[in-house]
């Protein structure tokens, strides 16, 4: 079983916006949050930002997200926002780290 990691600007941008948080200021350091988002961008697929995504979520400033994964045809969204989580219609599903990690068989 394989995976590919689908990004776009927007969601690398967001990656590094999180870890500017104070939670993680005194974890990790500015470069390693560079180091990080090249890390990302150089293991995924960088594919344009979604333009005009229909809305799908409850907060639709995540819409892009579901339209980037159907747009590949995405078997699946991993994530761990609740708002993706929970909705129980998303196509392609959401599911959270833990579950991908299943599925890949890199944890029991």
């Given at each position: 079983m394989s995976i590919e990691a689908i990004i776009c600007p927007r969601l690398l941008a967001e990656v590094?916006?999180?870890?500017?948080?104070p939670y993680f200021q005194e974890l990790i350091e500015d470069e390693e949050i560079a180091?990080?988002?090249?890390?990302?961008?150089?293991?995924?697929t960088m594919l344009d930002d979604p333009a005009d995504p229909?809305?799908?979520?409850r907060d639709s400033t995540d819409d892009y997200l579901v339209a980037l994964a159907q747009?590949?045809?995405?078997e699946a969204i991993v994530t761990s926002d609740r708002d993706?989580?929970?909705h129980d219609a998303l196509n392609p599903p959401a599911i959270d780290?833990?579950?991908a990690c299943k599925l890949?068989?890199?944890?029991?």
């Open positions: 590094e916006h999180a870890l500017r948080k180091e990080a988002a090249a890390i990302i961008r150089d293991a995924g229909p809305a799908v979520l747009g590949v045809g995405a993706l989580l929970d780290p833990r579950t890949l068989t890199l944890i029991d």
